[in-house]
């Protein structure tokens, strides 16, 4: 009887860290104890592992008399799922010195069934990349998870069917061959739904070109079936695909969160209902998961129907509209999830959604009027850059509207914008010489602004006027020095002028107000 250890790995929140699989046997009467914080699914491990180990072809660990006890290390931190069951079978093979290979430099992944047959689990892709930056050389997975962690580079992945078949390989019997590195290749673009798709609304169509290009959070408002939803359908179908590096942040979320279903290459769209609950949209449990914000790095957020969310859901948003992160407090710890999300909200201006429009006459109260402009706080509409007012199509203007420009135009001038963002920062150097991670003029901080953007006299003087008459906060005036650059952009203008900051203000709420 011997000591043991083999290493696996676990996400925490979007953290992984190195689990080692320790064991020790001792002779006694039979006892099998897994520590170190195990939650009820690796309590469960030990008669799946003695299963697995004895349809595998050696002898179970409940027919000899021992005692045996694996920890799982640190132990400070609480151990989730099945994902160790491989590690432990062959640490306490191991020990039981049925088996001998050399553990170092190899992490070991998998649920394993009675059989013997691995199964996949969550958040291979982060802990692939994690298991390369520790100098990990070899990294076991189900082979359903194979695909996922061999994107990674410089690491050699193998794909296990069955708990015989890694032994096997690890005794040098019968080798199982390297996954080859997955290619990154981006799948053709389909949409759903083309902006041609949507007859008139021009201006909302020029909002809409004008958020994608610069990254701005976006807010449709109108009464019901004036196409707010189609165009925000549309609306993820101009943005650009993600680079390399921004598909793995956002194939690792998805991985962690359960609900990937292939690489992600294009922006993320996510849509909750209204009545989606507030750990569901923000994240949280007792060991913090992703919500649907963290879901939508990188992508879109859509949130029809905006008002009728619950009010701390709607206020949740100020952290990750402002710092692109969301942070998640439980007694145990704080967890922050990446957030960098476009934020496009559609909304009727009034419960019926008749107030201020043409057509049918609002029938709401005053009383419920004023409930429903309230969910709305002030600070949430400073955040969001762009409102566009979505009015009512005449029948008229529906039969004789001329099919409009198709998203693929949209699509290249967003791409042309975001190229001279693009070259704009990173020709330019900030303090101590190092370049700048920026990629668009929404994520331009306070300083960046002095750093990129010079008014002339007479744009100066137009946005100072109309930030004194209409009251703008600071936080607003900085949000439309944006808007108006990426105006500037789509014109290809290297140079504000009084026409880009005019446009810029006619995107401020006028209707919907607090």
């Known amino acids: 009887m011997s000591f043991s250890k083999v290493y696996s790995a676990q996400t925490i929140a ?5 689990i080692s699989v320790e064991t020790d046997i001792s002779r006694g009467l039979y006892a099998f104890a897994i520590v170190g914080l195990p939650d009820k699914a690796v309590e469960e491990a030990r008669d799946r592992v003695s299963a697995a180990i004895k349809n595998s072809g050696f002898t179970s660990p409940k027919s000899k008399n ?3 006890i694996i920890s799982l290390a640190p132990a400070s931190e609480k151990k989730e799922g099945a994902s160790f069951d491989t590690a432990i079978a062959l640490s306490y093979l191991v020990s039981s010195e049925e088996i001998h290979f050399d553990p170092e430099g190899k ?5 394993l069934s009675l059989d013997g047959t691995l199964r996949p689990v969550r958040g291979v892709l982060p802990i692939s990349r994690f298991a390369k930056e520790k100098g990990f050389k070899e990294l076991y997975v189900p082979v359903e998870n194979a695909e996922e962690a061999a994107i990674i580079s410089g690491i050699d992945v193998y794909g296990v069917q069955t708990l015989a078949q890694l032994l096997s390989h690890l005794q040098g019997e019968k080798k199982i061959l390297r996954s080859n590195q997955t290619v990154f290749s981006r799948s ?4 759903s739904i083309d902006f041609s798709d949507v007859r008139g609304q021009e201006r909302a169509k020029r909002g809409l070109l004008i958020a994608a290009a610069g990254g701005h959070n976006v807010a449709m408002y109108g009464p019901p079936g004036t196409g707010k939803t189609m165009l925000a359908k549309a609306f993820a179908g101009i943005l650009p695909p993600l680079s390399f590096e921004e598909s793995l942040d956002a194939t690792s979320i998805h991985s962690v969160a359960g609900v990937l279903s292939g690489f992600v290459t294009e922006p993320p769209f996510r849509s909750p209902h209204h009545t989606s609950s507030y750990v569901s949209l923000v994240g949280g449990g007792a060991v913090p998961k992703p919500g649907e ?6 992508g879109v957020l859509f949130m029809d129907e905006f008002p009728e969310f619950e009010r701390r859901v709607i206020e949740s948003l100020r952290q990750p509209l402002e710092d692109k992160v969301i942070s998640v407090a439980r007694a145990k710890g704080t967890a922050h999830f990446p957030a960098d999300v476009m934020l496009v909200a559609a909304m009727n201006p009034c419960p019926c959604g008749n107030y201020g429009f043409r057509g049918k006459p609002c029938i709401c109260t005053p009383t419920s009027l004023q409930r429903y402009r309230r969910k709305m706080s002030g600070p949430i509409i400073d955040r969001i850059d762009i409102w566009l007012e979505v009015d009512r199509i005449l029948p008229h203007q529906l039969s004789d509207a001329e099919e409009g420009a ?3 135009y949209f699509r290249n001038r967003v791409t042309d914008a975001r190229n001279l963002q693009r070259a704009r920062f990173t020709s330019s150097l900030q303090g101590g010489g190092v370049k700048n ?3 668009r003029n929404a994520e331009m901080s306070a300083r960046d602004l002095v750093n990129f953007i010079d008014l002339g006299e007479e744009a100066k003087s137009a946005l100072n006027l109309a930030a004194e008459r209409l009251g703008f906060s600071p936080r607003v005036y900085h949000r439309m020095l944006k808007v108006a650059r990426t105006i500037a952009d789509l014109d290809n203008s290297p140079e504000i002028t009084r026409g880009h900051i ?4 006619e995107y401020r709420p006028k209707k919907f107000d607090v």
């Open 293 to 298: 914000i963290t879901l939508a790095h990188r």
């Open 437 to 439: 991670k920026l990629s």
């Open 188 to 191: 053709e673009k389909t949409m």
């Open 66 to 68: 021992q005692k045996i």
């Open 406 to 408: 198709k998203s693929e």
């Open 502 to 505: 005019l446009e810029a203000v």
């Open 107 to 111: 992490l070991f992944l998998g649920e």
């Open 14 to 18: 979007l953290t992984v860290n190195t």
